[in-house]
């Protein structure tokens, strides 16, 4: 456990330093939420609760790629990167502390979301819908940490941001995220129910609305988690080869 709580506090604690990084990926949803959610979430209850769950998948899946894509992709480059591979902990207590890392910057970041939204819109959740919703954004998060390490594994630093963005908002979009997938053109509507940010949104709204969870959207993520966390595993395998040779 002492090799692991070091790991933790090596990932974080120079995250925590570093405002420029993690700053607007805690404030970013936030922002953008006020600019584009609030006006519309003023008056009706539903439509202010879907929007603050869609929004709170936004972070998540901001945590995912900027927080697993971007970091991992730096540290593959520091010194402490090298020096923590000859350690016997191997690669598991690393990869244990970018989730601990990611879940500490994602509750920093729906604290503020959810904090805002209640305060500045109709959003009306019970203790135990908001309770659900992050269990579901906890548990629906896996598969975008993947696709966040692979992105990390499999790419340099510099090369890492812009990649990271060109995913984060298509996806979003794509997902019904940014616009209501009722509100998508034809062709973006087609392929909404296939994107991993459209069917977590699904299962976000389906707390927020108390309706049942659309079972096609839970076996999507789940498929999704698969595929990602084989493609992640890979990259990682790669990288760690390349590295000891």
């Known amino acids: 456990?002492?090799?692991?709580?070091?790991?933790?506090?090596?990932?974080?604690?120079?995250?925590?330093?570093?405002?420029?990084?993690?700053?607007?990926?805690?404030?970013?949803?936030?922002?953008?939420?006020?600019?584009?959610?609030?006006?519309?979430?003023?008056?009706?209850?539903?439509?202010?609760?879907?929007?603050m769950a869609s929004w709170s998948v936004f972070a998540v899946i901001g945590i995912g790629f900027f927080q697993f894509g971007i970091s991992i992709a730096q540290a593959r480059e520091s010194k402490w990167e090298d020096?923590?591979?000859t350690l016997p902990a191997g690669g598991m207590a690393r990869f244990v502390a970018q989730i601990v890392a990611a879940i500490f910057f994602l509750a920093l970041a729906l604290t503020l979301l959810w904090g805002f939204s209640g305060f500045a819109s109709a959003v009306n959740l019970s203790l135990m819908q908001y309770l659900k919703l992050l269990g579901v954004l906890l548990i629906g998060a896996v598969p975008f940490v993947f696709i966040g390490a692979a992105?990390?594994?499999?790419?340099?630093?510099?090369?890492?941001?812009?990649?990271?963005?060109?995913?984060?908002?298509?996806?979003?979009?794509?997902?019904?995220?940014?616009?209501?997938?009722?509100?998508l053109p034809s062709i973006v509507s087609t392929i909404s129910p296939f994107t991993p940010t459209r069917q977590l949104g699904e299962l976000g709204w389906a707390v927020v609305l108390n309706t049942p969870f659309p079972i096609w959207s839970v076996m999507g993520l789940v498929g999704f988690s698969v595929i990602s966390g084989i493609i992640a595993v890979v990259m990682w395998k790669r990288d760690d080869t390349l590295k000891t040779r």
């Open 1 to 51: 456990m002492k090799i692991y709580r070091a790991h933790i506090l090596a990932t974080l604690i120079p995250l925590l330093r570093t405002p420029a990084y993690w700053v607007p990926i805690v404030i970013f949803p936030t922002l953008l939420y006020s600019f584009f959610g609030m006006s519309a979430s003023q008056e009706n209850e539903e439509v202010a609760n879907v929007l």
């Open 83 to 85: 020096y923590a591979r």
């Open 151 to 183: 992105l990390g594994y499999s790419v340099p630093a510099r090369g890492a941001l812009p990649i990271a963005n060109l995913l984060y908002l298509p996806l979003a979009y794509l997902g019904g995220l940014l616009l209501p997938p009722q509100m």
